[in-house]
């Protein structure tokens, strides 16, 4: 009798043993961070009064550690990235007395626009070769040059100037205290969007850094369209140059008749 029962103790034991052990195909490694954003809005409608606005990410964390979590050991950069388009930067030279073009380049594929905001300084999140890496950061976007030959000693002279004129124009731009924690797993950012912010489809991204390394990133499509008269003359002058083109010296003949008539001297 005891041994029948030793005999049916471990029988009863046997599916709470199964069920602790590993299966085939069954990951070990723990569970990574999630991360997911949402817009304020998924569209923006410029008009002829448009003067720049900003836009409002929010986001929630997963699956996080508590303690790194609780020192600051998570963070997170947010960036909107412009329509994707080749650039090309000229140098002028003073040639017999006349500023000329002497030299240009064409970078391929740059983001017409990109603005980012962080939850602090990029260059303390993680190393310069990660974010060139990932391309995160204006001095770590990628610049190729099309067809380039040469030695490349002017190819760094030529970024720094595409940069600078971008910048200058407020279509690159960077916020490093944009993004804030508004709970333990949820943050807030805020992207400024220029007047010049060109139309098409734009690129939010969310990328996720804990204690240095890249985690994971998040992407969601922005659309910016010209409303109202803008939108109607732009339509006209891709959809139907001939007659856009028609109508254009019609109406500088128009206005340069009419003018003379009024300013005519009797």
């Known amino acids: 009798m005891r041994l029948s029962a030793a005999v049916l103790a471990f029988l009863c034991l046997l599916p709470a043993a199964a069920g602790a052990q590993w ?5 070990t490694e723990a569970v990574r961070e999630g991360l997911e954003i949402g817009t304020s809005t998924s569209e923006i409608a410029i008009t002829s009064d ?8 929010f986001g929630a964390l997963s699956n996080t550690d508590q303690l790194l979590l609780a020192i600051g050991q998570y963070d997170v950069v947010v960036v909107l990235e412009g329509p994707r388009q080749d650039a090309t ?13 002497t030299r240009s ?5 740059v983001p017409h626009s990109y603005s980012m905001s962080s939850s602090r300084m990029i260059d303390d999140l993680t190393t310069p070769l990660e974010l060139t890496d990932q391309g995160i950061g204006i001095d770590h976007i990628p610049l190729t040059p099309v067809g380039f030959v040469g030695d490349g000693s002017n190819l760094g002279e030529f970024r720094q100037a ?10 690159y731009d960077r916020n490093t205290s944009g993004v804030r ?42 659309r910016v ?3 109202g008269i803008e939108q109607t003359i732009t339509d006209a002058a891709h959809d139907q140059p001939i007659l856009y083109g028609c109508a254009a010296v019609l109406l ?3 206005t340069g008749w009419g003018a003379s008539l009024i300013f005519r001297r009797d």
């Open 23 to 27: 299966l085939p195909g069954q990951s």
């Open 50 to 57: 448009f003067h720049g606005a900003d836009l409002t990410i």
């Open 89 to 101: 930067v000229r140098k002028k030279e003073r040639v017999f007395g006349i500023w000329v073009n």
């Open 105 to 109: 380049m064409t970078f391929e594929a």
């Open 162 to 171: 595409f940069l600078r004129l971008q910048q200058g124009g407020a279509l």
């Open 181 to 222: 924690f508004v709970a333990s797993n949820l943050f807030k950012a805020s992207l400024r969007l220029p007047a010049n912010i060109p139309n098409g489809v734009h690129t939010v991204r969310a990328y996720l850094f804990k204690s240095g390394n890249l985690v994971t990133e998040k992407s969601l499509p922005l």
């Open 225 to 227: 369209i010209k409303t």
């Open 252 to 254: 500088a003949v128009v």
